[in-house]
């Protein structure tokens, strides 16, 4: 009974799990409809599933069980000439069908992003700096918590100590455990280290960026976030917004700040190197800085500040720089042209994306994680 429940749930699973990979493209242009987020699981809205019913022929007949003549009333179905019985009364409105919320884990969520994408595992660099205590049971002691007691050594050691004393009765076999026969698993505690990876998100929040191109950005970072979450162990988000100058923030201020002000790039990269080389030593995590923009810079002066910082310190600590061009009405794009020229793709660390609109977000993730950096 359990295992066909077991096997039905998995199947269900499969079911959901099909369903949300067909439909990937429409959950991550809404990403309001995923439901609540908790530190390792999210839960996502699926169209309800109706339950099958059984319906009657009209050839069915007989009488069922119980007493009663033909035209009886059946019991809680009122009268039968058609009057109200003692239940509710017949309502007006159409019933309401809620959607089935299913809880996947974050990382049921990145293998469904590999799968749909293509994406490739990431092959860590720098040495292994995260660690963590594991605790192994690979042995037997004399002495325990009732909770970790080995039953089978327990009673291998009672029925030796029958046989050795001679009150082992093969016509009888009874085996009773006393106090010394008891054994118990034990453990030794190992340390393991993990590689790690810290994610520095850069924004322009200038009054050319608005609510539609954060969202974009936020919803991208969702999944860049998971995906990144499945291939290490230990993942820090950094967040930095920047306009004419830059800071770094919580991610909650991340998303939601807007400014008026003109836009100075080489702000926000200055920022970025700065945490780098107070927390971050290449040599021991995986670094990715992510920036988005409209595209607008204050200056030509200011691009080949930017461009030169690249060159000569943050592609040198970074796994992969990405920049993400989220197109508005107002920005001219052009530094996404600046770095095509600077950098083209002769360097596989500059990774760059355009992403006109909600369309554009998967092919923007793809862009940016389908490398493998």
Excluded at 12 to 36: A, N, P, T, V, W
Excluded at 169 to 190: A, G, L, T
Excluded at 287 to 292: D, E, N, P, S
Excluded at 332 to 349: H, T
Aim: hydrophobic share 30%; charged share 30%; with cysteine.
């Amino acid at each position: 009974m359990m295992d066909g429940t077991k096997r039905d749930h998995a199947r269900f699973r499969q079911i959901i799990r099909g369903k949300i990979k067909q439909d990937l493209k429409k959950y991550i242009h809404h990403s309001e409809m995923f439901g609540r987020k908790g530190k390792d699981v999210v839960t996502i809205p699926m169209p309800q599933i109706d339950i099958p019913r059984f319906r009657f022929g009209s050839n069915q007949g007989g009488v069922g069980q119980g007493d009663g003549d033909a035209g009886d009333p059946v019991p809680g179905q009122g009268d039968p000439n058609g009057e109200p019985g003692d239940g509710k009364e017949a309502g007006k409105d159409a019933g309401e069908h809620g959607d089935l919320e299913v809880e996947f884990t974050l990382e049921e969520l990145a293998e469904i992003l590999a799968e749909e994408l293509e994406l490739p595992k990431i092959e860590p660099r720098g040495q292994k700096t995260l660690k963590s205590k594991v605790d192994k049971y690979t042995s037997i002691a004399s002495q325990g918590s009732n909770a970790l007691r080995h039953f089978k050594r327990t009673f291998k050691e009672a029925l030796k100590r029958q046989v050795a004393t001679g009150t082992y009765n093969p016509d009888n076999p009874v085996i009773i455990p006393i106090k010394k026969d008891m054994r118990y698993r034990s453990w030794k505690s190992d340390v393991k280290t993990e590689n790690s990876a810290v994610i520095i998100y850069m924004m322009d929040v200038s009054g050319s960026m608005g609510d539609e191109q954060k969202e974009i950005v936020r919803t991208e970072a969702f999944w860049i976030n998971t995906w990144l979450r499945s291939q290490y162990k230990g993942v820090e988000t950094r967040y930095i917004i920047h306009d004419a100058t830059a800071k770094e923030v919580d991610e909650d201020t991340f998303f939601r700040t807007k400014e008026s002000g003109g836009t100075l790039i080489s702000s926000a990269y200055k920022v970025c190197e700065q945490i780098i080389n107070q927390d971050y030593p290449p040599s021991d995590w995986n670094i990715y800085a992510f920036h988005f923009s409209d595209g607008d810079n204050w200056s030509t002066e200011d691009t080949r500040a930017c461009i030169d910082l690249m060159k000569n310190s943050l592609l040198n600590k970074v796994n992969a720089f990405c920049y993400g061009q989220v197109d508005s009405r107002y920005g001219s794009g052009q530094f996404y042209k600046d770095l095509m020229e600077a950098f083209g793709s002769d360097d596989d660390k500059v990774i760059t994306s355009r992403i006109e609109n909600k369309d554009g977000i998967l092919a923007s993730i793809k862009d940016f994680l389908g490398k493998g950096k």
